[in-house]
């Protein structure tokens, strides 16, 4: 078997990265979105995110097995150092380091790029169930990240109530006056 490499996304990843995605949608508490988003929409998202942040796939033996990227967090002028991470591995992809992979590698671009502040949205049970587990929270302490503030019973999906935290890093300096951020 060969190595994971971690690779910018191409336009033809998208009906792979959606079947990714699609799994946590249908089937757990991940994601709060009700219905998978169609293969237009998902392109879209794509294009959108690409256009200032980086997006990655983790590949191993010619298959995609995960993805990961940035977005903006709140989408305000004073927020340009900060953004958001989203990451969504094959749901049979576990204890494979490809999470890993990919937010060091997006971590690193991320840097290179002056942003500063690091943040994940991540829905958290209060008791885990077959919905939802708190494996995405226990990964983010693993890579650096501490919780930063708790929403509770915010989303509501398989009829139960889930809390989201929001966790945080800080991966560079903070000065005054600040260099503006690079588009990737």
């Not at 971590?107 to 943040?119: A, D, S, T, V």
């Not at 708190?134 to 501490?146: E, L, P, W």
């Not at 503030?149 to 398989?158: N, R, T």
Request: glycine share 6%; proline share 3%.
């Amino acid at each position: 078997m060969g190595e994971a490499t971690v690779r910018d996304v191409k336009t033809e990843d998208a009906k792979r990265l959606l079947e990714i995605y699609a799994y946590y949608v249908e089937n757990t508490a991940v994601s709060f979105e009700y219905e998978t988003p169609s293969l237009t929409e998902f392109e879209k998202r794509i294009r959108d995110m690409t256009k200032k942040y980086p997006y990655l796939v983790v590949e191993k033996d010619g298959m995609i097995w995960g993805y990961a990227c940035a977005h903006p967090f709140v989408g305000r002028a004073a927020y340009d150092w900060s953004c958001e991470l989203t990451v969504y591995l094959d749901h049979t992809a576990c204890k494979c380091g490809f999470g890993r992979l990919l937010y060091e590698e997006l971590e690193l671009r991320l840097k290179e790029m002056g942003i500063l502040n690091l943040y994940a949205c991540i829905g958290y049970p209060e008791v885990e169930d077959e919905y939802l587990t708190k494996n995405s929270a226990d990964f983010h302490a693993h890579m650096g990240f501490r919780t930063a503030g708790v929403f509770h019973k915010c989303g509501y999906k398989f009829d139960r109530w889930y809390d989201m935290i929001w966790m945080e890093k800080m991966i560079g300096e903070h000065q005054i006056p600040q260099k503006p951020v690079a588009i990737f």
